[in-house]
């Protein structure tokens, strides 16, 4: 494979080399020149410009192309059958998932392991304070955009009672302290492997005038809290990815603290996730397919598309608009105020991933070709890629809090409930600890909503009408959320690279041999950090350099 030239060099080792690895095979990284200049002069250009842009097309176009066939095939009637129609989208989200595991905690014990514990410390810091500050901005924004924009008036009474029917009225409601309890139990997860596809979740269970019949389902804790109402404790479905972020950070940081001895573990979860992303990188080609048809087949089973538009638009408008301003104005400026860099080029890599959310409305199911993306098309290196993607799919949801934020105003206004200014500010506040707290899968961020709902008394019942047009503001949601998470990375490699030249040091590779080495290959480099620590005096390899050198 050509590797291009490195982008930069310090104390004569390659570190950081955008396109090296995978990029031309991908044929998202290929031609960054063609990419950004906007290119095409001759025809050339105009084909050096496609090839290079060729995956980001095709995904856009398959986004088009879904809705197009989704409308077209429900105007012209008649029968399908909607597995065997949503059978290629639903394959790409299994993909996707299978490959979240490995990804997220090999990246995460291997990026961990690759930072000193006060880079770490710092690093992590400052990305949480990002995430924290672009979250509160997204919540404000969507409180204000609500606020103005008054789309709980226009609900007509048909919706209410309609929606209301299917709703969950009399399901006994989560208490806020529960939903924070939860939080902190699967931060600890009591087992790592039920934690790969469990979660630990409490709820609430009828049991009527039998009590003394009743029994708990097998594993859960039961507590009664009145007569006829009892509390369970249960593990239920869904991968604990926050309790595996954790864990895996945490690892990390013990392999780091054990020296040399801890040398081949990382080695080898380096490897494994250096796999894992050549899997990725297949995995992309046939994400266009994927998402053809994930969205295709969304709107072919959505019953009446156009009622729901006039009863709830006003709402749908509120989101979308707010996703929009957040997305396209907001998170660039901030960008642009930090790097004083264009931020469009930016969002322009990573449009692929961006599709991709907006095909699975999952952050988790994006995160693998969010990583590739960020790191060979915006130069973001893999050690913070890696270490930072993860955490913000699991924690920094900009999407989600907005649009929770709005669904709060939206039900109080269609309830007749006046919010006052304590309201709002307790709106914000749970708003933006509530979608930390969401799941990166779709529709996380509408069963995190009842917390809010509770914290400020309006009517959970209502989360039926929003559930109702979920399946499309969830996906401008997670599309917002997973830009959240790019421009996060895009920023923290612009702190690092600026306080390297401050310096003079990197930052976060720790150098600790000053006798010139000889070159590795740029890619075997940039994967393993933590690499370049262990060589011998000649700049011999360890075996596990040489292995991969092989
Ligand atoms: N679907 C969103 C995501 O995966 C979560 C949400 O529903 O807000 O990021």
């Known amino acids: 494979m050509v590797v291009d030239p490195p982008k930069a060099d310090i104390k004569g080792l390659v570190t950081v080399n955008p396109t090296a690895s995978g990029g031309p095979e991908l044929g998202t990284g290929e031609d960054t020149s063609a990419t950004a200049s906007g290119c095409c002069g001759s025809w050339d250009q105009v084909r050096r410009c496609l090839r290079a842009n ?19 095939v429900s105007a012209a009637g008649g029968t399908v059958n909607l597995a065997a129609f949503a059978f290629p989208g639903e394959l790409l989200l299994r993909l996707l998932k299978m490959i979240i595991l490995p990804l997220v905690v ?21 990305a949480l304070l990002f995430f924290l500050v672009t979250t509160i901005l997204a919540s404000a924004l969507g409180v204000g ?12 009474t048909a919706v209410n009672s309609s929606v209301d029917a299917t709703g969950v009225p009399n399901a006994p409601t989560k208490e806020v302290l529960d939903s ?43 507590r009664n809290i009145n007569a006829t109402t009892v509390q369970l404790g249960c593990e239920v479905e869904g991968m604990n990815i926050l309790g595996l972020v954790v864990f895996a950070i945490i690892f990390g940081v013990a392999l780091r603290k054990l020296g040399p001895d801890g040398e081949l573990l990382i080695c080898f979860f380096n490897s494994f996730n250096d796999a ?51 997305g396209l104005l907001v998170l660039p400026l901030l960008y642009f105020v930090f790097t ?33 993306c960020v790191e060979e098309n915006n130069g973001v290196a893999k050690h913070i890629s890696r270490f930072i993607l993860p955490i913000g799919a699991t924690v920094n949801m900009d999407g989600a809090a907005l649009f929770q934020c709005v669904a709060a105003v939206f039900i109080a206004q269609r309830n007749g409930l006046p919010l006052d200014f304590v309201k709002i ?103 393993n950090p933590l690499l370049k620590q262990y060589r011998g005096p000649a700049g011999d390899a360890t075996s596990c350099e040489k292995e991969s050198v092989m």
């Open 106 to 126: 090999c990246s995460l014990i291997g990026g961990a392991a690759s930072l000193d514990p006060s880079a770490l410390g710092r690093v992590g810091a400052w």
């Open 276 to 326: 894992t992303m050549v899997l990725v990188s297949w995995i992309m080609w046939y994400a266009p397919v994927g998402i053809l048809f994930l969205v295709a087949s969304q709107i072919l089973e959505m019953e009446d598309v156009g009622q729901l538009f006039i009863d709830l638009g006003k709402y749908i408008l509120c989101c979308l608009l707010g996703h929009a301003i957040h």
């Open 425 to 527: 500010i307790t709106i914000l506040v749970t708003a933006t600890a509530s979608s930390v707290g969401a799941a990166g899968i779709p529709a996380g961020g509408v069963l995190t909503l009842a917390i809010i709902l509770e914290a400020v008394s309006l009517p959970v019942k209502d989360i039926s009408l929003i559930l109702a047009v979920d399946w499309l503001v969830d996906r401008s949601c997670t599309v917002l959320n997973v830009e959240g998470d790019a421009f996060g990375a895009g920023l923290l490699q612009n702190y690092v690279d600026r306080t390297k030249l401050q310096n003079s040091e990197p930052e976060l590779i720790q150098v600790k041999s000053e006798v010139p080495l000889n070159p590795l290959p740029a890619t075997i480099e940039e994967g």
């Open 180 to 222: 924070f309890l939860d939080l902190l139990r699967n931060i600890f997860p009591s087992s790592l492997v039920s934690a790969t596809f469990r979660s630990y979740a409490t709820s609430y269970e009828h049991i009527g005038i039998n009590a003394t019949a009743w029994k708990p389902p097998v594993g859960c804790a039961q």
């Open 54 to 72: 060729l995956l980001v097309l095709l995904t856009v176009v398959a986004v088009v192309t879904g809705v197009g066939l989704g409308l077209g």
């Open 340 to 372: 004083r860099k264009n931020p469009y080029p930016f969002l322009w890599g990573i449009m692929t991933p961006l599709a991709t959310a907006f095909g699975t409305s999952s952050s988790s199911a994006t995160l693998p070709l969010m990583m590739k």
């Open 145 to 156: 955009l609500a606020l103005v924009l008054q789309p709980g008036t226009a609900v007509s």
